[in-house]
């Protein structure tokens, strides 16, 4: 599966993106997929996920409430609508595809698939 992220961009405190992940070459729609973040010298984190069938959606708790994971199975798509956005959602946003169907809290260590990143820039 490759994976392709876009969307990125510099936005104020406040303010909204949208993310997409367009995916070719695989078994897009028996997987479930996830977004991460990663700032420099730190650990990529997880930020949430979404189930084969967009039936079940995971967030962490720091975005609860501001972002919002979809998917578009029939484009091989996959959206991450972010608002509200804070300074410390500054980071470079990668789409993951997982082996499974389903998502649990150990999924993100199963991720075999991930798309290139994209830079989210929140200014105070």
């Known amino acids: 599966v490759q994976l392709q992220a876009s969307g990125g961009g510099l936005v104020q405190a406040g303010g909204s993106l949208r993310l997409s992940c367009a995916a070719s070459?695989?078994?897009?729609?028996?997987?479930?997929m996830a977004w991460f973040r990663q700032v420099p010298g730190k650990e990529r984190d997880f930020v949430t996920a979404?189930?084969?069938?967009?039936?079940?959606?995971d967030y962490a708790d720091s975005v609860k409430g501001r972002f919002t994971i979809s998917r578009d199975n029939a484009k091989n798509m996959v959206y991450l609508q972010m608002n509200s956005l804070e300074p410390e959602d500054t980071a470079v946003y990668y789409c993951a595809a997982a082996p499974t169907t389903f998502w649990t809290a150990n999924s993100a260590t199963s991720i075999d698939y991930w798309g290139q990143g994209t830079q989210v820039t929140v200014s105070s």
């Open positions: 979404i189930t084969r069938n967009g039936g079940f959606a």
């Open positions: 070459g695989g078994t897009f729609s028996r997987r479930a």
